[in-house]
């Protein structure tokens, strides 16, 4: 929507997608847009599912005097957003889960302060608000990451000093704020970015030098190349569980099937300033 963001919904089971329609976010000229998160969520009270849009925006880089938080929530069922008011500082950096940490109509986030101190916030889609969530005790210098475990939010730690040597490990939130240590993997492979878990024991690793996407099993230590090599034109890639769902994603009044969903997006992304495609 002209210099601002564009959002839209794709099913990739029924092949539909649409675009979203502009969010009422007013922003001061002078801000700069430092970061933003979204969250797909279903509300169980009022049958509707909901997408909520956080963004954080700083009046210039490296001084944040009066940085602001933006958010807003929309409605499938209404075809509408409506502003909400998110209660967390607007120095915090959110970052995004290695997965979709969606779980009991609830989304989190980890946020980092300028303390360098970590926290979860979260978005109840029944009443629309947000929450606050402790995280394990992990030492300053490590950095974190939100994903999924057995179903549980877990939380995926490990110390950016040793990209060689690194020892992962990975915490589960049984209940709110109590969380417990269940896996520890120490890959011996090469330079390598972890991008999730899987089979819950196991974890999926793009090697550095390469960009090849590898399967590590700490039990055996067997590396498993998943034959897929990022493209170096690719800003990134993610590994995220997927459960195939029928839900339509166009509305009742819209037409079905009128383009191939991959020429929707394609020219979706190609409206988009390449600025904002690669963010």
Request: aromatic fraction near 14%; glycine fraction near 6%.
């Amino acid at each position: 929507y002209g210099d601002d963001v564009c959002l839209g919904l794709w099913n990739p089971a029924t092949k539909e997608f649409r675009t979203l329609p502009p969010a009422p976010f007013e922003i001061k000229g002078f801000f700069t847009n430092h970061d933003q998160q979204f969250g797909l969520g279903f509300d169980l009270l009022t049958l509707d599912y909901k997408v909520v849009w956080i963004r954080v925006f700083w009046d210039m880089p490296g001084q944040g005097a009066n940085n602001r938080v933006y958010a807003c929530v929309y409605s499938s069922c209404n075809n509408s957003w409506k502003h909400l008011t998110p209660e967390f500082p607007p120095s915090s950096t959110l970052s995004a889960p290695l997965d979709a940490t969606y779980l009991n109509r609830v989304y989190y986030w980890l946020c980092r302060g300028l303390d360098d101190i970590y926290t979860i916030r979260s978005f109840d889609m029944d009443s629309e608000q947000f929450g606050e969530i402790q995280v394990p005790h992990i030492p300053s210098e490590h950095w974190g990451t939100l994903t999924l475990h057995g179903g549980l939010l877990a939380m995926l730690t490990g110390d950016p000093g040793k990209p060689m040597t690194s020892i992962y490990n990975v915490w589960v939130m049984k209940q709110e704020g109590n969380w417990s240590k269940v896996l520890t993997i120490q890959p011996h492979i090469d330079a390598h970015w972890p991008l999730n878990i899987w089979d819950n024991d196991k974890m999926v690793f793009e090697i550095t030098e390469t960009s090849q996407l590898v399967l590590y099993d700490p039990k055996t230590r067997q590396v498993t190349d998943l034959g897929f090599q990022l493209d170096l034109f690719i800003a990134g890639c993610w590994v995220f569980n997927y459960k195939e769902s029928l839900v339509p994603i166009k509305r009742g009044n819209e037409t079905q099937g009128e383009d191939n969903a991959v020429e929707q997006i394609e020219r979706y992304f190609y409206t988009i300033p390449m600025d904002e495609a690669s963010s």
